[in-house]
């Protein structure tokens, strides 16, 4: 292996597991300084201008603070496209990708109308954008800031879409109709934060993590109202879940009046998204 490779396991062994290190490692060598896979695991050295030194050292005491290296790059990839993302939006997470995977492999047809609800990076509407023929593309979300960063993503990935700001809980709503609703919206209950790692429960933003304790499926009821008037007869609202409260979920939907409810487990074998028509 590289020799820097072996530096920087050993500066962040005291923060992060070792499969971490490893594995920030190769991100940052192969990612960000570009070093092929061939001369990573060649162990050739290579020299390092002083600039990209100061660049390295940068980068370590960040992420010692556990900044997650996605901020401190500026973007992470997501279902094959690369997306900007900030402080100000959620770092897209793989399974986040089989709920966008699972949605293109239900719906083929072309023209389909797409909301993405709390958009957040854009990165579920975006890649439905790209994987869906000929969709027409909606995201909404509470954040100007986020709805910034969803905007340019949308122009980088050559994808053709409208956010807008909305407050989903408070007053009334655009006017809309939908064939497909998505959304990821926040699940984290209070109680779980001491099971948060730092990286998470210190940079992303708390807005589009946590609900309340007493209240955790607040966004699941709302929107599956929204979804009542919004999808047309036969449309289907498919949501990313906090694995918790799978059967509740279910539940709640049928009771509002959703049929052929489906709840589907994760690559890790945990509840985690959930399809639903509207009759």
Not at 30 to 38: E, K, P, R, V
Not at 46 to 64: C, N, P, V
Not at 65 to 76: A, D, K, M
């Amino acid at each position: 292996m590289h020799p820097l490779y072996y530096t920087i396991k050993e500066s962040l062994s005291d923060v992060y597991a070792d499969l971490e290190c490893e594995a920030l490692a190769k991100w940052i060598l192969t990612d960000i300084f570009g070093l092929s896979a061939a001369c990573l695991y060649a162990g050739k050295d290579t020299d390092f201008s002083e600039s990209d030194q100061l660049r390295l050292a940068d980068i370590l005491q960040r992420l010692k603070s556990y900044e997650p290296l996605q901020y401190i790059t500026g973007n992470t990839p997501f279902c094959g496209l690369t997306f900007k993302v900030t402080p100000d939006v959620l770092i897209p997470r793989p399974e986040t990708g089989e709920l966008v995977c699972w949605i293109a492999e239900n719906h083929l047809q072309p023209g389909l109308r797409v909301l993405d609800i709390g958009t957040g990076s854009g990165c579920i509407a975006v890649s439905l954008g790209r994987m869906l023929p000929e969709a027409k593309i909606t995201g909404w979300d509470i954040s100007a800031k986020v709805l910034a960063v969803a905007k340019e993503n949308a122009l980088s990935n050559g994808v053709e879409a409208d956010f807008r700001q909305v407050d989903i809980l408070a007053g009334s709503l655009p006017e809309f109709r939908a064939d497909i609703l998505v959304s990821n919206p926040p699940y984290v209950t209070e109680k779980e934060k001491a099971e948060m790692e730092p990286n998470v429960l210190d940079w992303e933003p708390s807005l589009a993590l946590f609900v309340p304790d007493d209240d955790p499926l607040r966004f699941y009821r709302r929107i599956a109202t929204i979804g009542r008037d919004i999808l047309l007869p036969g449309g289907t609202l498919y949501f990313e879940i906090n694995r918790m409260y799978g059967q509740d979920i279910v539940n709640m939907l049928k009771e509002a009046g959703y049929i052929s409810v489906e709840l589907k487990k994760d690559l890790s074998h945990n509840d985690r998204m959930i399809k639903a028509v509207r009759p």
